[in-house]
Protein backbone atom coordinates (compact mmCIF):
# COMPACT_ATOMS: atom_id res chain seq x y z
CA UNK A 1 0.00 0.00 0.00
CA UNK A 2 1.84 3.59 -0.92
CA UNK A 3 1.07 6.83 0.68
CA UNK A 4 -0.06 9.39 -1.36
CA UNK A 5 -0.44 13.21 0.07
CA UNK A 6 -2.49 16.06 -0.98
CA UNK A 7 -2.64 19.56 0.45
CA UNK A 8 -5.35 21.94 0.42
CA UNK A 9 -6.27 25.62 1.34
CA UNK A 10 -10.00 26.42 2.15
CA UNK A 11 -9.71 29.98 3.53
CA UNK A 12 -6.91 30.65 0.37
CA UNK A 13 -8.56 34.32 -0.18
CA UNK A 14 -11.38 36.71 0.12
CA UNK A 15 -12.86 37.07 -3.20
CA UNK A 16 -16.51 38.06 -3.10
CA UNK A 17 -18.32 38.12 -7.03
CA UNK A 18 -19.71 40.64 -7.76
CA UNK A 19 -23.31 39.59 -7.83
CA UNK A 20 -22.76 39.56 -3.76
CA UNK A 21 -20.63 42.53 -3.16
CA UNK A 22 -24.15 44.46 -1.59
CA UNK A 23 -23.64 41.95 1.27
CA UNK A 24 -21.08 43.59 2.79
CA UNK A 25 -21.29 47.60 1.17
CA UNK A 26 -20.70 49.86 4.28
CA UNK A 27 -18.67 46.51 5.73
CA UNK A 28 -15.97 46.57 3.21
CA UNK A 29 -13.43 46.37 5.78
CA UNK A 30 -14.33 42.89 6.51
CA UNK A 31 -13.16 41.47 3.94
CA UNK A 32 -9.65 42.48 4.86
CA UNK A 33 -9.61 40.86 8.67
CA UNK A 34 -9.17 37.39 9.79
CA UNK A 35 -13.08 36.53 9.48
CA UNK A 36 -12.59 36.70 5.82
CA UNK A 37 -9.38 35.27 4.78
CA UNK A 38 -6.73 32.89 6.44
CA UNK A 39 -3.39 35.30 5.85
CA UNK A 40 -0.36 33.96 4.41
CA UNK A 41 -2.01 30.43 4.06
CA UNK A 42 -2.19 30.44 0.44
CA UNK A 43 1.71 31.44 0.23
CA UNK A 44 2.38 28.53 2.93
CA UNK A 45 0.33 25.92 1.12
CA UNK A 46 1.67 27.11 -2.56
CA UNK A 47 5.47 26.74 -1.21
CA UNK A 48 4.73 23.44 0.63
CA UNK A 49 2.98 22.03 -3.07
CA UNK A 50 6.14 23.56 -4.72
CA UNK A 51 8.79 22.45 -2.26
CA UNK A 52 6.61 18.44 -2.22
CA UNK A 53 5.48 18.59 -5.65
CA UNK A 54 2.45 17.65 -4.35
CA UNK A 55 -1.24 18.38 -5.55
CA UNK A 56 -2.37 21.37 -3.59
CA UNK A 57 -6.58 22.10 -4.15
CA UNK A 58 -7.90 25.71 -2.90
CA UNK A 59 -10.79 27.94 -3.27
CA UNK A 60 -10.60 31.83 -2.82
CA UNK A 61 -13.74 32.52 -2.62
CA UNK A 62 -14.09 34.40 1.69
CA UNK A 63 -15.29 32.05 4.25
CA UNK A 64 -17.67 35.34 5.04
CA UNK A 65 -19.80 34.05 1.95
CA UNK A 66 -19.80 30.71 2.06
CA UNK A 67 -17.54 28.68 4.65
CA UNK A 68 -15.50 25.72 2.85
CA UNK A 69 -14.29 24.36 5.89
CA UNK A 70 -17.63 23.50 7.25
CA UNK A 71 -20.69 20.81 6.47
CA UNK A 72 -23.68 21.70 5.13
CA UNK A 73 -25.50 21.43 8.53
CA UNK A 74 -23.47 23.81 10.09
CA UNK A 75 -24.60 26.83 11.22
CA UNK A 76 -21.38 28.10 10.23
CA UNK A 77 -22.04 27.53 6.54
CA UNK A 78 -22.81 30.91 5.73
CA UNK A 79 -21.55 34.33 7.94
CA UNK A 80 -23.43 36.97 9.51
CA UNK A 81 -23.63 38.38 5.89
CA UNK A 82 -24.66 35.47 3.62
CA UNK A 83 -26.99 34.24 5.69
CA UNK A 84 -29.71 37.00 4.33
CA UNK A 85 -29.65 35.41 1.00
CA UNK A 86 -32.58 33.29 0.12
CA UNK A 87 -32.79 29.76 -0.13
CA UNK A 88 -32.78 29.53 -4.02
CA UNK A 89 -29.65 32.26 -3.89
CA UNK A 90 -27.55 30.34 -1.22
CA UNK A 91 -28.03 26.89 -3.78
CA UNK A 92 -26.72 28.93 -6.54
CA UNK A 93 -23.95 30.16 -4.33
CA UNK A 94 -23.37 26.38 -2.71
CA UNK A 95 -23.05 25.01 -6.33
CA UNK A 96 -20.72 27.59 -7.63
CA UNK A 97 -18.40 28.16 -4.60
CA UNK A 98 -18.39 24.99 -2.20
CA UNK A 99 -19.14 22.18 -4.09
CA UNK A 100 -16.58 22.07 -6.68
CA UNK A 101 -13.32 22.21 -4.42
CA UNK A 102 -14.80 19.94 -1.75
CA UNK A 103 -16.00 17.29 -4.56
CA UNK A 104 -12.65 18.04 -6.50
CA UNK A 105 -10.98 16.57 -2.92
CA UNK A 106 -12.97 14.11 -2.00
CA UNK A 107 -13.09 12.76 -5.98
CA UNK A 108 -8.99 12.92 -5.69
CA UNK A 109 -9.50 10.70 -2.55
CA UNK A 110 -11.75 7.85 -3.57
CA UNK A 111 -9.58 7.55 -6.64
CA UNK A 112 -6.58 7.23 -4.86
CA UNK A 113 -8.25 4.57 -1.87
CA UNK A 114 -9.81 2.40 -4.65
CA UNK A 115 -6.73 2.21 -5.99
CA UNK A 116 -5.22 0.80 -2.41
CA UNK A 117 -3.34 3.49 -1.30
CA UNK A 118 -3.41 5.41 1.92
CA UNK A 119 -3.95 9.06 1.70
CA UNK A 120 -2.81 11.96 4.24
CA UNK A 121 -4.60 15.13 3.51
CA UNK A 122 -2.88 18.71 5.07
CA UNK A 123 -5.48 21.33 4.71
CA UNK A 124 -2.97 24.67 5.49
CA UNK A 125 -4.75 27.21 7.57
CA UNK A 126 -3.26 30.46 9.76
CA UNK A 127 -4.77 31.70 12.57
CA UNK A 128 -4.93 35.02 14.44
CA UNK A 129 -2.73 35.84 17.09
CA UNK A 130 -5.40 36.93 19.66
CA UNK A 131 -9.18 36.17 19.52
CA UNK A 132 -11.73 37.66 21.56
CA UNK A 133 -8.75 39.90 23.65
CA UNK A 134 -6.83 36.79 24.84
CA UNK A 135 -3.31 36.07 23.52
CA UNK A 136 -2.91 32.78 21.63
CA UNK A 137 0.72 31.40 23.11
CA UNK A 138 0.62 28.25 20.27
CA UNK A 139 2.88 28.83 17.10
CA UNK A 140 1.81 26.20 14.86
CA UNK A 141 -1.19 23.63 15.84
CA UNK A 142 -1.50 20.30 14.30
CA UNK A 143 -5.62 19.35 14.26
CA UNK A 144 -6.16 15.52 13.82
CA UNK A 145 -8.53 13.16 15.67
CA UNK A 146 -6.24 10.99 18.14
CA UNK A 147 -8.16 7.90 17.96
CA UNK A 148 -7.37 7.24 14.63
CA UNK A 149 -3.60 5.66 13.96
CA UNK A 150 -2.44 6.60 11.07
CA UNK A 151 -3.59 10.09 12.21
CA UNK A 152 -1.60 10.11 15.54
CA UNK A 153 1.35 8.62 13.94
CA UNK A 154 1.55 11.34 11.44
CA UNK A 155 0.98 14.31 13.76
CA UNK A 156 3.88 12.67 15.94
CA UNK A 157 5.85 12.88 13.39
CA UNK A 158 5.40 15.91 11.92
CA UNK A 159 5.57 17.89 15.13
CA UNK A 160 8.96 15.53 16.43
CA UNK A 161 10.15 16.87 12.82
CA UNK A 162 9.61 20.49 13.60
CA UNK A 163 10.87 20.37 16.83
CA UNK A 164 14.22 19.10 14.93
CA UNK A 165 14.02 22.39 12.77
CA UNK A 166 13.39 25.18 15.81
CA UNK A 167 13.15 23.65 19.36
CA UNK A 168 11.67 26.99 20.48
CA UNK A 169 8.91 26.70 18.44
CA UNK A 170 5.41 25.89 19.92
CA UNK A 171 3.83 23.17 18.42
CA UNK A 172 0.87 21.85 20.32
CA UNK A 173 -1.52 19.27 19.12
CA UNK A 174 -5.49 20.57 18.62
CA UNK A 175 -4.96 23.47 19.48
CA UNK A 176 -6.08 26.19 18.79
CA UNK A 177 -8.90 23.85 17.78
CA UNK A 178 -10.31 20.47 18.49
CA UNK A 179 -8.83 18.17 15.44
CA UNK A 180 -12.48 16.47 15.76
CA UNK A 181 -14.41 19.48 15.35
CA UNK A 182 -16.03 19.54 11.98
CA UNK A 183 -13.85 20.78 9.48
CA UNK A 184 -12.93 19.40 6.00
CA UNK A 185 -11.11 16.57 7.04
CA UNK A 186 -14.00 16.15 9.80
CA UNK A 187 -15.98 15.36 7.15
CA UNK A 188 -13.79 12.90 5.16
CA UNK A 189 -12.93 10.74 8.04
CA UNK A 190 -16.71 9.81 7.64
CA UNK A 191 -16.81 8.89 4.03
CA UNK A 192 -13.35 6.91 4.19
CA UNK A 193 -12.05 4.25 6.99
CA UNK A 194 -8.96 5.03 9.34
CA UNK A 195 -6.97 2.91 7.72
CA UNK A 196 -6.89 4.35 4.20
CA UNK A 197 -7.89 7.74 5.23
CA UNK A 198 -5.65 10.82 7.54
CA UNK A 199 -6.76 14.16 7.64
CA UNK A 200 -5.17 16.95 9.29
CA UNK A 201 -5.28 20.87 9.95
CA UNK A 202 -2.34 22.94 10.22
CA UNK A 203 -2.90 26.04 11.55
CA UNK A 204 -0.33 28.50 11.60
CA UNK A 205 -0.06 31.94 13.92
CA UNK A 206 -0.70 34.67 11.57
CA UNK A 207 2.15 36.60 13.76
CA UNK A 208 4.76 35.66 11.32
CA UNK A 209 2.90 36.84 8.75
CA UNK A 210 2.36 39.69 9.81
CA UNK A 211 4.60 41.26 11.75
CA UNK A 212 6.02 43.24 9.24
CA UNK A 213 9.56 41.31 8.79
CA UNK A 214 9.40 39.08 5.39
CA UNK A 215 12.13 37.17 6.60
CA UNK A 216 10.53 35.74 9.91
CA UNK A 217 7.54 34.30 7.96
CA UNK A 218 9.97 32.69 5.07
CA UNK A 219 11.71 30.66 8.00
CA UNK A 220 8.46 29.97 9.60
CA UNK A 221 7.78 28.24 5.75
CA UNK A 222 11.13 26.77 5.62
CA UNK A 223 11.24 25.26 8.94
CA UNK A 224 7.35 23.70 8.18
CA UNK A 225 8.62 22.74 4.45
CA UNK A 226 11.66 21.10 6.08
CA UNK A 227 9.08 18.95 8.19
CA UNK A 228 7.05 17.66 6.00
CA UNK A 229 9.54 16.64 3.55
CA UNK A 230 11.09 14.54 6.28
CA UNK A 231 7.61 12.75 7.16
CA UNK A 232 6.89 11.52 3.76
CA UNK A 233 10.60 10.62 3.35
CA UNK A 234 10.24 7.86 6.45
CA UNK A 235 7.21 6.84 4.34
CA UNK A 236 8.82 5.57 1.25
Not at 24 to 38: M, W
Not at 40 to 60: D, E, I, Q, S, V
Not at 131 to 150: C, T
Not at 193 to 221: D, R
Request: negative net charge; charged residues 25%.
Amino acid sequence: MAATYILTCEHAGNDVPEAYAYLFEGREDVLFSHKAIDFGALRLAKHLATATKLPLYYTTTSRLLVEANRSLDNEELFSEFSIRLTEEQKQTVLGKYYHPHRKQVEEKIRAETTAGNEVFHLAVHTFTPALDGKVRQADIGILYDPERALEDAFAHQLQEQLAAQHPARVVVFNSPYPGTADGFPTYLRKKFSAESYAGFELEVNQKFFLNGEPHVWQQVVSEITAALQAVINSSK
